[in-house]
């Protein structure tokens, strides 16, 4: 299975958002939950929401906007975080870390940093790590 045609190019555009909040910030935003666990599987478990931690969550929120994001005022969807209206059937949002991802452990989240050449995401990513739950 794989990611539909629509979802790279959402996270393209996800990924210049995070490239100026590290320009501005100097702090990296990390994309975890049902996204990063897509993106890992090529689809094979789908999740149409970008679940984002960013240490400056009103910067984060700024630089959405600027990119034409807006927040999410939709009939029919939870009044949270931001769609793009050319990437409609996907949302955006921030929320606090888990425990386990607390720390900004880069083994325990896939991290997309900054950047589009071209059609090209340039990312780093990790394999997700989860705790020993015995």
Known sequence: ??????????????????GDY???????????????????????FPSADFDIVAAAS??????LLAHGFQREERTGRL???FYHPDHPRYGFQQGDPPTEYRGHDRRSAWAVCGGVAGRRLQAS??????PDRR
Request: hydrophobic share 50%.
């Open 125 to 130: 990513a990790s394999h997700p790590a989860f």
């Open 1 to 18: 299975m794989a990611l539909p045609d629509d979802y790279m190019p959402a996270l393209e555009l996800l990924a210049e958002v995070f």
């Open 79 to 81: 009044r949270m975080g």
């Open 22 to 44: 590290h320009r501005r910030t100097g702090g990296h935003a990390v994309l975890v939950g049902g996204a990063a666990t897509a993106i890992y599987t090529d689809g094979v």
């Open 58 to 63: 009103d910067v984060f929120n700024e630089i």
